[in-house]
């Protein structure tokens, strides 16, 4: 399975627009969605069942039996997370969950073993199966397993049809845990950049992740005519740096209006959705030139 992954630097890009749009010009029967914080892709992919749901447990969490607990005050002195605190109403000590990363201190110190580390449900993983197999999940607020959920994601679009030839993974925007975990294994990003300041920096920083992992990238630009003059100079950077250049997507109110009303680009007839029809072709047959190049 050949794993196109399509990302951009930061939020805001259109990175979600053109990954649905790529789904419907493949006519994908795997794709996923690794924005596990703000997943949306099934906003625009529509559904017509309900998933399959699963509790994803990221890392422990500590729980003290209050009956063994002497309040000693050796865990809530020994936790550098500042998760235990004494109940304001019952005087006795309690975890709060949302501060506790379950690495286990408070166990190691506690001389009457009153506490414990218990699995817990970070966040759920959903698979549809309809006319293809679609993977997203979402984390439960204030998790910090976002990456491990990532990694989850990807293993159960494989699991679920190891024997399809491409899948189309929607990342998160920046370079934290998530997007580090989406592009382990993939054979190509696309980076979806903006011709903004901040969008080639952000540009320029994802292409330097993705090198970390000797990843293939490809560009594109997105609203391209919003600045030519920086249009033009991320098309310098890619060529000056060897990165292949997938094409330019104009700004378009109506793929606006598209998008609200739960459409890809590709479903109206748009000059933004003709130009994606363009830029796919081209990611596709640099995806392929780089697989016979290896």
């Known amino acids: 399975m050949k794993q196109l992954l399509i990302l951009s630097g930061k939020g805001g890009t259109g990175k979600t627009t053109v990954a649905s749009a790529f789904i419907k010009l493949a006519n994908a029967k795997d794709y996923a969605d690794c924005d596990v914080d703000a997943p949306n892709l099934h906003l625009i992919m529509q559904q017509s ?23 000693c005050d ?13 109940d304001s109403v019952s005087n006795e000590y309690k975890v709060d969950k949302f501060a506790c990363e379950g690495c286990g201190v408070c166990q190691t110190v506690c001389k009457t073993n009153a506490i414990f580390l218990v699995p817990d449900i970070a966040g759920e993983l959903m698979l549809y199966k309809n006319n293809a197999v679609f993977s997203t999940a979402q984390l439960k607020i204030g998790n910090g397993t976002s990456g491990m959920l990532v990694t989850e994601v990807k293993k159960q679009v494989k699991a679920a049809s190891p024997y399809s030839e491409l899948a189309i993974i929607d990342g998160s925007p ?21 011709p903004s300041i901040s969008g080639i920096s952000d540009m320029e920083r994802i292409i330097k992740t993705a090198s970390k992992f000797q990843t293939k990238v490809a560009v594109c630009i997105n609203k391209y005519d919003t600045n ?6 991320i098309e310098l950077f890619c060529r000056s740096c060897n990165i292949p250049f997938a094409g330019e997507i104009p700004f378009d109110s109506n793929a606006v209006k598209a998008i609200n009303n739960g459409q890809s680009i590709v479903d109206i007839d748009c ?19 780089m697989e016979e190049a290896i």
């Open 49 to 71: 069942s309900e998933p399959k749901k699963t509790d994803y447990y990221g890392l422990p969490k500590a729980e003290i039996n209050t009956d063994l607990c002497l309040q």
């Open 271 to 289: 000059a933004a959705g003709n130009a994606t029809k363009k830029v796919y072709n081209e990611t596709i047959k640099i995806l392929n030139f």
């Open 74 to 86: 050796m865990c809530r002195d020994n936790c550098r997370f500042d998760a235990i605190k004494i």
């Open 174 to 194: 920046g370079i934290g845990c998530p997007v580090i975990a989406s592009i382990s294994g993939v054979d190509m990003v696309l980076i979806v950049a903006e």
């Open 228 to 233: 030519i003059e920086n249009t033009a100079k």
